[in-house]
């Protein structure tokens, strides 16, 4: 068996629904897959003295979660003021209008369409809310309208898809771009060095309380793919069909699809640089 704290970024053992800082709970959804890991996190995020909570990313339109999401703040003693969401993507935020109705609070994202209210969501926003603070990161690249929450006062970073709790993530080509994720897991890197961030609180997996560990190995994993896919090209491999096929062969095949995505994403990255033709 392996020892966590020898795994990128420490992972923590046990069950992941939870309190996993003194702000910070997890409420996991029940749809497990290969892509989404154990489930979706929804996290309910506080001040320990205040009456008044953030949930971010209410995940799938399954109304016994939502419920049981404000079940588990309302026993807390917390009321839910505000919804945020990290991306768009169904498994973090289908359920996000009917959480809206559930709280009667509004939705604020980076993108127009999945806001419900006025207000959205940009880089350098803090969001205050009952004494929270919570700063607003870009971090496109899984998707163009990523974003990832820094909470300053628990030195953590709610990172939705950005950086998962196991494994790594996809870059969703089109609308993800490597160059554009690249530079985002090199702004998380700059929290861990000048912002004293440790802990992840990812979308999917759990908690990660090495962050610098973590991200220092997403750019080493993402820099090694790279080299791999480029010299498969180099044989002879040309559609990311075939590059998935040689590259991920030690990959269950059941990933292959999203794999693929990835690959398209680093073979534009590849061709915008003038590495391949």
């Known amino acids: 068996m392996t020892d966590a704290a020898s795994l990128p970024g420490q992972p923590r053992g046990g069950v992941l629904s939870g309190q996993a800082t003194a702000r910070a709970h997890c409420v996991l959804a029940p749809n497990p897959s290969a892509m989404t890991l154990d489930g979706t996190n929804t996290w309910i995020v506080a001040e320990p003295d205040s009456d008044l909570a953030v949930v971010i990313d209410p995940g799938p339109l399954d109304d016994d979660h939502l419920r049981r999401v404000m079940d588990t703040a309302?026993?807390?003693?917390?009321?839910?003021?505000?919804?945020?969401?990290?991306?768009?993507?169904?498994?973090?935020?289908?359920?996000?209008?009917?959480?809206?109705?559930?709280?009667?609070?509004?939705?604020?994202?980076?993108?127009?369409?999945?806001?419900?209210?006025d207000e959205g969501l940009a880089a350098g926003d803090v969001v205050r809310t009952g004494g929270l603070e919570l700063r607003v990161v870009p971090t496109p690249g899984h998707t163009a309208d990523?974003?990832?929450?820094?909470?300053?006062?628990?030195?953590?970073?709610?990172?939705?898809?950005?950086?998962?709790?196991?494994?790594?993530?996809?870059?969703?080509?089109?609308?993800?771009?490597?160059?554009?994720?690249?530079?985002?897991?090199?702004?998380?890197?700059?929290?861990?060095?000048?912002?004293?961030?440790?802990?992840?609180?990812?979308?999917?997996?759990?908690?990660?309380?090495?962050?610098?560990?973590?991200?220092?190995?997403?750019?080493?994993?993402?820099?090694?793919?790279?080299?791999?896919?480029e010299t498969a090209v180099e044989g002879?491999?040309?559609?990311?069909?075939?590059?998935?096929?040689?590259?991920?062969?030690?990959?269950?095949?059941?990933?292959?699809p999203a794999a693929e995505l990835s690959v398209r994403a680093q073979l534009a990255y590849l061709r915008e640089h003038g590495l391949i033709e």
């Open 74 to 117: 309302e026993r807390a003693g917390k009321r839910v003021a505000l919804t945020l969401l990290t991306h768009g993507h169904p498994d973090h935020a289908e359920g996000a209008a009917r959480f809206a109705e559930l709280s009667g609070t509004s939705v604020r994202a980076l993108d127009p369409a999945l806001r419900l209210g």
């Open 146 to 229: 990523s974003l990832c929450f820094h909470l300053p006062a628990e030195g953590a970073v709610l990172t939705g898809d950005t950086v998962l709790g196991r494994g790594t993530t996809v870059v969703a080509h089109p609308d993800g771009r490597l160059g554009d994720y690249l530079d985002s897991l090199r702004r998380l890197r700059s929290l861990t060095v000048d912002d004293g961030v440790a802990t992840v609180l990812p979308g999917h997996g759990p908690v990660l309380d090495d962050a610098q560990g973590a991200i220092e190995f997403y750019l080493a994993h993402r820099a090694n793919r790279l080299a791999q896919v």
């Open 236 to 256: 002879g491999f040309r559609t990311a069909s075939a590059v998935v096929a040689h590259v991920y062969a030690d990959v269950d095949r059941s990933l292959w």
